[in-house]
């Protein structure tokens, strides 16, 4: 994985030092805390309903165990022995004291991380495929173009105070992990006639109060042209993006309300324009970087034999692990959804424990998922079954990964200060309704997702089944969407009617999987159903 | 008249009143014009070459389309004093001038010393843009 | 009753004024009537608190109860997390809150 060198240790040990002098101009009463708030988001520093709360950096989801360990002592010294993953493959601290939030970048800084750009309107923590480097399905890496656009991303003086927040998302492979097109800008890595590698951008798409797909602006990019064109796509945006209304400041609603073709031809404008500006790296640059994502030293000759007699085991390998590229390899993820548990929530020692696995096992590298899990990417089958059986006494053996156990949540109303209602009850009570092996089997994948208000950190329209919590009078009520999905084939779920409370969310959620059941065939899943018969059955049974 | 308190130009300090883009493209003799976050940079392009000044008005620091403005005018080869106004705040000095400002009169006289930090703070930057600094890549593979 | 609550500025721990200071504790939280405004205007300015607000409560025999959900679990902590709230040995202390 990536390393810093001399500069890019230099940029994160100047921005401790810039923002250590920001909290002392805010505790001297230089800085009013309106003065000050666009600068802690800028560094991750959110107020949240209890305390401070810090969002610390996952460049594209990748970890080596030093940063993971670190990660862990962080939750012990500064907050309150546990960390929350979240849907950006970030990490967050939810009881952060200002006063300590220098002396913790200094501690990130040490292993070469930081908490740049994870809030504010700027351009965000750079997503990707947690498989990536590792899948069998990929044409190419995609880590080393997310790092070349996260050192151009990171303090852009020009994009630095944008309309509104902006995330990029990069993937290489057909199979699309990262929600690509939910993002306001999706590159997906392609192979072009010729046989070369380019980017195709899409541009516009995002989750939120306007849920939207993002549309394919350009087929082909080519990679000594990338940052060009990602600074077009951003000037443009800038400069006309809306700022009379945060609701519709994304550049989702510019691209919409000047229609993609409008859209793209000031892109291509402007980037023909900045092609003589001498703003691209050199394409030794983007060798420089990919280097680092070189395969690790796979042992060859490994057998492909795994011993599966234990079932609980075989439980946890049929559902929890993915083909590697490498014979003799395997890829692990580690569910964070425990039943009943809190999800996205692991302990300073979970984390650490994780870490140490990571060293010893899996090349020294972790993935976090936008699905709050966490990635073993090169496991050997030799040693599977012993980290599972680790795993599993540190809680950390759930085998449930897609299914309805594997719930994603935003933190909801028990942290958030924006959110309506509380999520993280309501994704306890569902992993506890499905919560057995054979009610997870019979019900195959299904993506269950839950945001605690309309900004939609737990992206429910992309979920098969999506819970939004809204506000109604001061009482907490959850409506349910159907038929959303992230994958290549992106769609919106579709609200089913009237809200429910609690329990009659969950109650709601397993009325859905029975008429699945009932009018499943063959091999269909929850989605594929939904999509054949419609929403009306769905109803009937929900409200009938 | 707000004090341009930094300056980093050698040339004469630039004086004259600056009109508004509306009222610039009507008086054929101004030489300074201010441009508020709505204007187009573009539009001012057939005239750089009589320009002098350009302030670039920040009601908010938070609105950043003047920092657009300021490379899209040095982009297409202004060399005037290019003057950030308004609510110009410490923390954003750096940027602005990453972005081709080169003189600044805050709404609020900003403490010098932590003014002085702000500038010099970042030894290397990431991207090439209007300041002629190297960014880190072309350091990383020069000859 | 009208309270009035916020954020300590260095810890961000939540607060409740007392009429006199600031408790950490909801049940210590005073009436603050029509005087809500001068008061944020005074403690922010001091410094002491930060994003103060006052919200609608009620004194009920078992302490001050703040009108909404969201105030709420701001005055206990987070419901599903007992262990780290302001009464981690009372199990029961979430059902007020709910």
Not at chain 1, 76 to 86: A, L, Q, W
Not at chain 3, 5 to 19: M, P, Y
Not at chain 3, 90 to 95: H, I, Q, T
Request: net charge negative.
């Amino acid at each position: 994985m990536y390393k810093y060198d001399q500069y890019d240790q230099q940029m994160v040990d100047t921005r401790v030092a810039e923002f250590r002098d920001q909290v002392r101009r805010r505790l001297d009463g230089d800085l009013t805390e309106d003065q000050f708030r666009p600068l802690r988001l800028q560094n991750g520093l959110y107020l949240q309903l209890h305390a401070y709360m810090l969002r610390v950096a996952v460049p594209y989801g990748t970890l080596n165990s030093a940063q993971m360990t670190m990660l862990g002592d962080i939750a012990d010294k500064y907050d309150r022995g546990y960390g929350h993953f979240t849907t950006r493959q970030n990490i967050q601290y939810n009881w952060i004291k200002l006063e300590d939030t220098p002396d913790i970048l200094a501690d990130l800084a040490s292993v070469e991380m930081h908490a740049i750009q994870t809030s504010g309107n700027c351009i965000r923590n750079i997503s990707s495929d947690q498989y990536a480097g590792a899948a069998a399905d990929e044409i190419v890496d995609p880590r080393p173009y997310a790092e070349l656009l996260r050192q151009w991303s990171s303090f852009h003086p020009e994009f630095l105070t944008l309309p509104r927040k902006f995330k990029i998302a990069v993937i290489a492979s057909e199979t699309d992990r990262a929600a690509m097109k939910l993002h306001d800008i999706g590159i997906k890595m392609v192979r072009n006639d010729a046989g070369e590698i380019g980017a195709q951008f899409y541009v516009g798409g995002g989750m939120g109060r306007t849920p939207m797909i993002g549309p394919m602006i350009r087929e082909f990019v080519p990679l000594d042209q990338l940052i060009t064109y990602s600074e077009a796509c951003l000037r443009v945006y800038n400069r006309y993006g809306r700022r009379d209304n945060k609701y519709k400041a994304r550049i989702k609603i510019l691209v919409h309300e000047l229609g993609k073709e409008e859209y793209t031809r000031q892109v291509e404008e402007e980037f023909r324009h900045l092609l003589s500006q001498g703003v691209e790296p050199p394409l030794a640059e983007l060798e420089r970087i990919g280097q680092y994502f070189a395969d690790p030293a796979y042992e060859t000759g490994l057998s492909d034999e795994l011993d599966l007699s234990d079932p609980d085991f075989r439980l946890w390998v049929e559902r929890n692990c993915h083909a590697h590229k490498q014979a003799g390899y395997i890829i692990a993820t580690v569910s964070l959804k425990p039943v009943g548990g809190i999800p996205g929530d692991a302990s300073a020692d979970q984390i650490r424990l994780m870490a140490r696995i990571a060293k010893d096992y899996s090349f020294d590298e972790l993935r976090v998922t936008h699905a709050q899990n966490i990635v073993f990417p090169h496991i050997r089958k030799v040693d599977l079954y012993a980290i599972w059986q680790k795993l599993d006494e540190a809680g950390l053996g759930t085998a449930n990964l897609d299914t309805v156990g594997d719930i994603i949540a935003c933190p909801g109303l028990d942290y958030c200060s924006l959110a309506n209602a509380r999520s993280i009850p309501v994704a306890q009570k569902i992993s506890e309704r499905f919560g057995s092996p054979q009610k997870q089997a019979e019900l195959g994948e299904l993506k269950l997702k839950i945001s605690g208000c309309i900004n939609a950190c737990g992206h429910h329209h992309a979920g098969h089944i999506g819970i939004l919590g809204v506000d109604r009078k001061g009482v907490e009520n959850y409506q349910l969407l159907l038929g959303g999905c992230e994958g290549a084939d992106t769609s919106l779920g579709k609200i089913t009617g009237p809200g429910f409370d609690e329990d009659g969310i969950v109650d709601a959620v397993e009325k859905a999987t029975k008429v699945y059941l009932a009018n499943k065939q063959g091999e269909e899943r929850f989605l594929d159903t939904y999509r054949r018969i419609g929403m009306e059955p769905f109803k009937e049974a929900i409200y009938g | 008249m707000v004090e341009v308190q930094f300056r980093f130009r050698d040339d004469e300090a630039v004086n004259d009143p600056a009109v508004t883009v509306g009222t610039f493209a009507e008086q054929t003799n101004a030489t300074a014009v201010r441009i508020e976050p709505g204007d187009d940079a573009r539009d001012l392009i057939p005239y750089l070459d009589r320009l002098r000044l350009i302030e670039v008005n920040f009601p908010a620091w938070t609105d950043g389309r003047g920092y657009s403005s300021a490379r899209v005018l040095r982009e297409a080869g202004f060399d005037g004093e290019l003057r950030a106004v308004g609510d110009v705040v410490i923390d954003m000095l750096s940027h602005l001038k990453r972005c081709g400002f080169d003189a600044f009169a805050p709404d609020h006289a900003l403490n010098p010393a932590d003014a002085e930090a702000a500038f010099a703070r970042w030894d290397n930057v990431y991207q090439a843009t209007a300041d002629g600094r190297k960014p880190v890549w072309a350091l990383r593979h020069q000859s | 009753m009208k309270i009035l609550t916020g954020n300590d500025l260095k810890t961000g721990a939540v607060i409740w004024w007392t009429g006199v200071g600031w408790s950490l504790d909801v049940n210590n939280a005073a009436d603050v009537g029509e005087h809500g405004a001068a008061v944020i205007a005074r403690e922010e300015g001091a410094q002491n608190v930060f994003a103060a607000y006052v919200i609608d409560g009620e004194k009920t025999p078992e302490g001050v109860r703040p009108a909404h959900i969201k105030d709420r679990i701001r005055a206990l902590g987070p419901t599903v997390r007992p262990d780290l709230t302001l009464k981690p040995s009372d199990p029961e202390a979430v059902n007020w809150v709910i």
